[in-house]
């Protein structure tokens, strides 16, 4: 099956990430992290509406209150599109100055998780985090220089979190109370292919990772199986997000980031928002549960 992404938006983005579908709005919602920008893309009508964030922002997510949640280097906000307020909720590494918020998901009870990562691409000091009722908790995985991901499966079965500098993707069993199994890598992005970086699942479970450096993005089988590659005109390809009301399309963020001019002269549409058919459609993605608790976990 030859595709062909398409450019729907040639924005130049410094570092587009965070794609997601939001349903109530007929939209897709991403973000561009170095330029603290947050991003409304209308595919109908091809209007952008766009906010500057206080902080570099990660990725943004719709609340089951109708307002969005987002994480900024400073920790997790909330934010008003109405009036472009940014309000302050919980920051879970206040003591990390060089951390920022990368990448999130939330599953189908309406938790968090999320991870942080080293700014200046250093440090191993990213975690993985899991925001409920109870609280913020960080999880059982070792810290990494940078996180992605995680993805959840359509069951909710299943967390998929990203150490993209090690290139591997782990798979971890996920309980219905929040509890996670113990982590097995799943796939090995082999040397000279990219970097993986923002996953995502599809309706039939399969994962969908965006390599930056790797001029692609791959859907891998539940068993990491490699069933598709998806070549692209750019080389950083950040994330997939599936979107317009059948969830059949899937749209692409990309990144200028790390091209010198030559790279980009010939990459003219670097950091641009791409959009092709999968094959396969995606699922619905989950409204984060206004009752999430913004402080630690006591247990």
């Known amino acids: 099956m030859d595709i062909q992404p398409r450019c729907l938006l040639p924005i130049e983005a410094s570092l587009g990430e965070g794609p997601v579908w939001v349903s109530r709005d007929r939209a897709l919602w991403f973000v561009d992290i170095l330029a603290a920008l947050i991003h409304r893309f209308e595919p109908d009508t091809g209007r952008l509406g766009s906010w500057t964030a206080p902080a570099r922002p990660g990725w ?20 008003d599109p109405g009036t472009g307020a940014f309000e302050p909720l919980f920051d879970p590494e206040p003591h990390l100055f060089t951390n920022r918020l990368n990448d999130a998901a939330v599953d189908h009870a309406g938790r ?3 991870g942080t990562m080293d700014d200046d691409e250093t440090a191993a000091s990213g975690r993985f985090y899991r925001l409920d009722q109870r609280g913020c908790a960080a999880l059982a995985l070792p810290p990494v220089m940078i996180t992605n991901g995680p993805a959840i499966s359509p069951d909710g079965r299943f967390l998929y979190p990203v150490d993209t500098i090690s290139r591997q993707i782990f798979k971890v069993p996920l309980a219905e109370d929040g509890r996670l199994g113990p982590a097995s890598v799943l796939v090995t992005i082999e040397e000279g292919a990219g970097w993986p970086d923002g996953p995502v699942c599809d309706a039939e479970g399969c994962l969908w990772v965006g390599l930056f450096a790797g001029w692609a993005a791959r859907r891998y089988s539940p068993a990491g199986r490699l069933l598709q590659t998806v070549e692209f005109p750019v080389a950083n ?3 997939i997000a599936f979107g317009d009301p059948d969830l059949r399309t899937a749209f692409a963020t990309t990144a200028r980031k790390g091209l010198d001019e030559a790279a980009l002269a010939g990459q003219p549409l670097a950091g641009g928002l791409f959009a092709f058919d999968p094959g396969v459609a995606g699922f619905a993605a989950p409204v984060a549960d206004p009752a999430l608790r913004f ?3 006591s247990g």
């Open 295 to 297: 402080g630690f976990a």
């Open 237 to 239: 390809v950040t994330k």
């Open 112 to 114: 968090l998780w999320f």
């Open 60 to 79: 943004i997510h719709p609340s089951a209150d109708g307002g969005f949640l987002v994480g900024l280097k400073t920790g997790l906000h909330r934010f």
